[in-house]
Structure formats: C-alpha cells, structure tokens
C-alpha cells in the first residue's frame, strides 16, 4: 500500500492533505463528465472527500486510490440523482394537488381538511380509503381491482385512516379527552 495512505489510515492529516491535492483536480473533471454541471461536479468531489474521511478505514488497497475515489463519487451521484427525482415527484404532486384544491373552490365545492390530508398520502394508500370509506366497496372487490390481497387492503386503510388522524390530529383530542376522563375518575 502506497505510504501516503497509509499514513492518512492512521490518521495524519498532511497525508490526507496531500492525497487530496492530487485526486481532487481528477475527481472533479470526472464529475464534470458524469453530471454535466460544474457546481453539481464540485459539491460531489467535496462530499466525495469527506466521506474518504470517513471511511479511510475500509480502504484495502486491493484496487487504486483513484478508483475507490470514483466508487464514492459515483455512488454519491446516483444518491444525488434519486433525491432529485423523489423531489420532482413530489412537486410535481404538490402541483396536481393545489389544482384540484383550485378546481373544488372554484365550483364552490367543499375541500375540507380531510381531503387535504387524504391528497398527503401515498396513491397505493389513498386509493383503497377512498373505495371503501366513500364508494363501500368490499377488502375483496378492492383487492381484486389493484391485484393484492384483502389483507393488504385492509392494512393499507387501517394504516391510512391511521395517518389521516393523525394529520387531523384526531388522535390527540381522543387520546386527550381519555387522560382528561382518567384524571377525573
């Protein structure tokens, strides 16, 4: 194993010093190429060199310096890409969302809280609640529509009235009224 390294194993920060000197302008241009923007690439190669800092310790020398380097970055861009791509998802929910919030009011329709906080849940949770508490449909039929089990229907409204309470903050005031009842008993 390359001396420099080692001494950075054991701890001495010239040595990780001068490991960065001469991998950071390296991984920084293959950043570059992978993400084709600079900023991204720069704030990747310095998230890429404080978990070097963090897993030094696992390095084992059996590949280069460079590409245990590049495994990082690389895995950091692909965490990049998916946070990316949930928070598209998200806005692009929160923007579906506040429309049909617009359509109901602007038909002077009631959008009530409970609809607020059933539109926050995940569409596999959303979609059961909404057949068997607003149409009736049985755990059966709805089971048979999405193609799981009636017990995973079933879990998926409990859990999902469960959250919704919750969002309301139902739960609370019962659970409040119960310790005030205790507490006068």
């Keep these: 194993m390359d001396p420099l390294i080692k001494s950075a194993k054991e701890g001495d920060h010239l040595a990780f010093a001068m490991l960065f000197k001469e991998n950071y ?55 990049q890409c998916r946070k990316q791509k949930r928070e598209n998802q998200w806005k692009g929910q929160e923007e579906v969302f506040r429309k049909l919030k617009w359509h109901f009011e602007s038909r002077n329709e009631e959008w009530n809280d409970a609809l607020e906080a059933l ?18 449909y049985s755990y059966d039929e709805i089971g048979a529509w999405m193609k799981i089990s009636s017990g995973t229907v079933k879990s998926r409204v409990h859990n999902g009235i469960l959250a919704v309470r919750r969002e309301l903050k139902l739960g609370e005031e019962t659970e409040s009224r119960h310790t005030r009842q205790r507490t006068t008993k």
Aim: charged share 20%; net charge positive; proline share 5%.
């Design 25 to 79: 302008p390296f991984l920084v241009k293959y950043l570059m190429k992978i993400t084709m923007n600079p900023d991204m690439a720069e704030e990747l190669a310095q998230e890429t060199m404080a978990k070097c800092i963090q897993k030094i310790h696992l390095y084992n020398g059996q590949s280069k310096f460079s590409t245990w380097l590049i495994s990082i970055a690389t895995n950091a861009y692909i965490d």
């Design 119 to 136: 539109g926050k849940l995940p569409v596999d949770v959303r979609v059961p609640i909404v057949l068997k508490h607003y149409y009736g």
